[in-house]
């Protein structure tokens, strides 16, 4: 059900993007850059269609996580980040999310992740907190 992003599910991928983050969505040059960059950790998880995705650094940072929000709330957001647990190389998990985004935090914390800072004006006008967990 998880595996590796191939070019192929660029336009789908996009789709969740676009429902996911409506103000500020990667297009798809973002995209191919991050699977490019990432090309054994671009992630997607798919049952029937792909319903979620999920980019991070083999030494465990986490670059974006979006799940269709038809399917939010049924374990497949836990399903990727548990996927970066057990592949990452490093000591440390970690994520910057939107002071805003309260349903992000919520999210990592019941994974385990802790605030463990404050980047200012991480997103343009927003600051992100820095959550971690090891791994
Ligand atoms: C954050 C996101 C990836 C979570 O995916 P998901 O598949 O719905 O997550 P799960 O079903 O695995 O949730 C696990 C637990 O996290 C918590 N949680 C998840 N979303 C939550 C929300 N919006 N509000 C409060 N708690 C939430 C709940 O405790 C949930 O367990 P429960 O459903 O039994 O109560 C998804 O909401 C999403 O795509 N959001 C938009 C994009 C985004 O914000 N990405 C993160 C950027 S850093």
Redesign the pocket.
């Known amino acids: 059900m998880i595996r590796i992003f191939t070019t192929a599910d660029m336009d789908r991928i996009l789709e969740i993007e676009a429902q996911?983050?409506p103000k500020s969505p990667y297009n798809r040059r973002i995209f191919a850059n991050l699977h490019r960059s990432n090309p054994t950790t671009f992630l997607v998880y798919e049952e029937g269609e792909i319903l979620?995705y999920l980019v991070h650094t083999p030494e465990g940072h986490?670059i974006?996580?979006?799940?269709d929000p038809r399917?939010?709330?049924?374990?497949?957001?836990?399903?990727l980040v548990r996927e970066v647990f057990r592949s990452s190389t490093g000591e440390l998990i970690w994520?910057?999310?939107?002071e805003t985004?309260?349903?992000?935090q919520?999210?990592y914390e019941?994974l385990g992740f802790l605030k463990r800072g404050v980047i200012p004006r991480y997103y343009c006008t927003e600051d992100a907190y820095v959550m971690v967990r090891s791994t």
């Open positions: 996911a983050f979620g986490i974006s996580i979006a799940v399917h939010r709330r049924k374990g497949i957001g836990t399903q994520v910057e999310v939107r985004n309260t349903g992000a919520v999210f019941k």
